[in-house]
């Protein structure tokens, strides 16, 4: 069973690149990784999702070593409006089954 | 204008009364999914359904209950069995039940506050 782990907090400054890492030792072999965003009292919303190698789309690239045992989310040049909290999703269902593993999430604050 | 929409924002409700939460979905998608999160907390599975008609236990599922009686609509019943139910709950939705990766769509909560 997958457990993700990623650090509670992190800072940093407009302009800046920001990267996030979610360690899940015990992946298994059909399990995606998947990051989402949310913002307070709203429900998350989808980033960037991927199985293996590099991912990248307009807002954030996903980074995911051979091993897969651990995954990075990297914002370019963050802003404000991407203060947030960053969740680190690990799993897949089947059609009777399977799991899916939200981490604690990382709660981004971006200054000025 | 398509999305999942949840109601009421906000319940409250005394304890020992079962409640209902709603979450309607025009997506036309087929799998849907129950959530909680408590303050600080990642989210955690309550149940997932799959298809009309099904629906399969997620990691927490003591204490409620669901249907899926229609693919736009699966909604959650938290029964007095459920020993700490004050959280906020979400719902989402996903297009692809299969074996790939689900990308889910997420509804706005109910933050339900029990007393």
């Not at chain 2, 889910?104 to 007393?115: A, E, M, N, S």
Request: net charge neutral; charged share 15%.
């Amino acid at each position: 069973l997958a457990k993700t782990t990623q650090p509670i907090s992190m800072d940093s400054y407009e302009g800046q690149e920001v990267n996030i890492t979610c360690s899940h030792n015990n992946i298994a072999t059909n399990d995606y990784i998947t990051w989402y965003q949310q913002f307070p009292s709203q429900g998350p919303r989808f980033i960037i999702q991927g199985y293996k190698t590099k991912v990248t789309n307009e807002v954030a690239s996903l980074f995911i070593p051979a091993d897969r045992k651990s995954s990075t989310l990297s914002l370019p040049r963050v802003s404000l409006s991407d203060t947030a909290v960053y969740y680190c999703l690990v799993g897949t269902l089947y059609n009777q089954g399977g799991k899916l593993i939200f981490g604690q999430g990382t709660e981004l604050s971006v200054k000025p | 204008d398509g999305g999942i929409t949840q109601s009421p924002k906000y319940l409250f409700r005394k304890e020992g009364q079962n409640v209902t939460l709603s979450c309607e979905q025009n997506l036309n998608h087929d799998a849907m999914y129950w959530y909680r999160q408590d303050p600080g907390q990642g989210l955690r599975l309550i149940y997932y359904s799959q298809i009309v008609n099904d629906f399969q236990k997620g990691d927490i599922a003591e204490g409620y209950s669901v249907s899926r009686e229609k693919k736009e609509s699966f909604p959650l019943t938290v029964t007095s069995a459920q020993k700490n139910p004050t959280a906020f709950y979400l719902c989402a939705s996903s297009p692809t039940p299969g074996l790939a990766g689900v990308e889910q769509y997420f509804g706005p909560g109910t933050r339900l506050t029990v007393t």
